[in-house]
């Protein structure tokens, strides 16, 4: 069992930068693929980023490529998003999640545990 919790959200000015963390507790989190999601108001939840077990495969959604950077510490039991660059249509509720598996995975349906989620809102 893996238990997840976000935190790093907050209010920003476009343009700036926040660092997003998901703490994990259980013992095989080494094994598991992890990634982020968001959803905003009205809207479906949407691939962000996501990596394989050792951190060494990532993969991004095209609208935040070259933006946002995922990461893993898998010693510290901990995995980061960080956003740099916001924009607006970024504000969203942003999730982690683990999933069975060592590669990265795009669909929430291949993911087994998540987090509550923590806000994001960018202000223009």
């Known amino acids: 069992q893996v238990q997840l919790v976000e935190s790093g959200g907050g209010l920003v000015q476009a343009g700036g930068s926040l660092r997003l963390s998901c703490a994990a507790s259980?013992?095989?989190?080494?094994?598991?693929?992890m990634g982020w999601f968001r959803q905003a108001p009205g809207k479906e939840r949407e691939f962000v980023a996501a990596?394989?077990?050792?951190?060494?495969?990532?993969n991004y959604a095209y609208s935040v490529k070259g933006r946002f950077t995922i990461s893993r510490d898998n010693a510290k039991n901990t995995m980061y998003l960080q956003m740099n660059s916001l924009k607006p249509e970024d504000t969203a509720v942003y999730y982690c999640?683990?999933?069975?598996?060592?590669?990265?995975?795009?669909?929430?349906?291949?993911?087994?545990?998540w987090g509550q989620g923590t806000q994001v809102t960018v202000s223009s």
């Open positions: 999640a683990a999933a069975k598996g060592n590669s990265w995975y795009t669909s929430m349906w291949e993911y087994d545990y």
């Open positions: 990596l394989n077990w050792s951190g060494g495969s990532t």
């Open positions: 259980g013992r095989t989190f080494s094994s598991y693929a």
